[in-house]
């Protein structure tokens, strides 16, 4: 019997959904940074094996805020929810579960059933790990939650991944194969390669401009014959203010350098193309506050 599963994946920012979202795909669907909100969209990871197709859906970290776009982002993971057969939920044992842990649980406990809610505790490998606390809020939290549904594992080792994976299989029901089994994302390659420049603007700005930073492909070319083609890419980085700008480009463009070095590097392990990458920074002022931006990603 073929099983088949949509999993919304839910969880705090940085509880660790895109690391997990990566590690079960074995490749790079999602990105990730230690800044928290870094991801912005619903995305697909598929798993296929004998057994069936797991279909997950990360969806960006549920929160406390009450700004356009955070609620433009907790809207996505609600909806995330909604579709879903199964719910995965995860929740950062190195973290003490507080208010916010509690809005996650009651958005999860409004939308999804019980029989089809599986929990794992991330980041065990880390050394301030505290499961036995996690455990306890979610047993008080979720009552009568069945201990063969709270899995232990870590999405940076990948211990623990195969038993969730069995769980989820578990509870999966018979259902067609969604997509090809070579498949592990559904994501255009445009937006793969945005993803990855944005990846690389968080991690090395992360001090000076967490988050005031969209990037659009604004045209993408396979040109060249030969066994390997080349891809050129001219994308932009857009800056919420106009002096924004001068931080992403840097001193003598120092910056725009390593972000477009870090990004090529990363973009060489994910396609076989030669990557050519012509960056631009442009300031689009309230970016953020404006709806046809914010619906493209969101
Ligand atoms: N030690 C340890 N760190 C982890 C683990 N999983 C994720 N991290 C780290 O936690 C940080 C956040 O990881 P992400 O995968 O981006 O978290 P996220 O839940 O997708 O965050 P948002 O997209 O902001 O909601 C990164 O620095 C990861 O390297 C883990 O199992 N162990
Ligand atoms: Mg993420």
Request: aromatic share 6%; proline share 3%; with cysteine.
């Amino acid at each position: 019997m073929f099983k088949s599963a949509f999993v919304a994946l839910v969880g705090r920012p940085s509880s660790g959904k895109s690391t997990l979202l990566n590690t079960l795909c074995g490749a790079k669907v999602s990105i990730v940074s230690p800044v928290p909100q870094t991801t912005r969209n619903s995305i697909r990871g598929i798993v296929t094996e004998k057994r069936g197709q797991l279909v997950f859906i990360d969806t960006p970290g549920v929160h406390l805020s009450e700004k356009k776009m955070n609620r433009r982002l907790r809207a996505a993971a609600e909806q995330g929810l909604a579709g879903a057969d199964l719910t995965l939920y995860l929740i950062d044992a190195t973290r003490k579960p507080g208010a916010e842990e509690q809005l996650v649980s009651d958005v999860i406990q409004k939308s999804a059933w019980q029989e089809n809610l599986i929990i794992a505790v991330n980041k065990t490998d880390a050394a301030p790990a505290d499961c036995a606390t996690i455990e306890e809020f979610v047993f008080s939290t979720f009552n009568g939650f069945d201990r063969t549904r709270l899995i232990m594992l870590s999405a940076l080792t990948g211990s623990g991944t195969d038993a969730l994976l069995d769980a989820l299989f578990d509870r999966a029901h018979e259902g067609p194969q969604y997509y090809d089994g070579d498949c592990y994302t559904d994501q255009e390659i445009p937006f793969r390669i945005a993803e990855i420049i944005r990846e690389k603007c968080i991690v090395h700005l992360r001090e000076e401009l967490p988050h005031c930073i969209h990037v659009i492909v604004e045209d993408a070319e396979l040109r060249g014959g030969g066994a390997v083609g080349k891809l050129w890419v001219r994308a932009s980085i857009l800056t919420e203010r106009e002096s924004q700008k001068g931080m992403v480009v840097g001193k003598g463009g120092s910056m725009i350098r390593k972000i477009r070095i870090a990004a090529l590097q990363e973009l060489k392990k994910i396609f076989e193309w030669k990557i050519e990458l012509d960056l631009r920074v442009k300031s689009a002022p309230d970016w953020r506050q404006r709806d046809e931006i914010l619906s493209s990603f969101v």
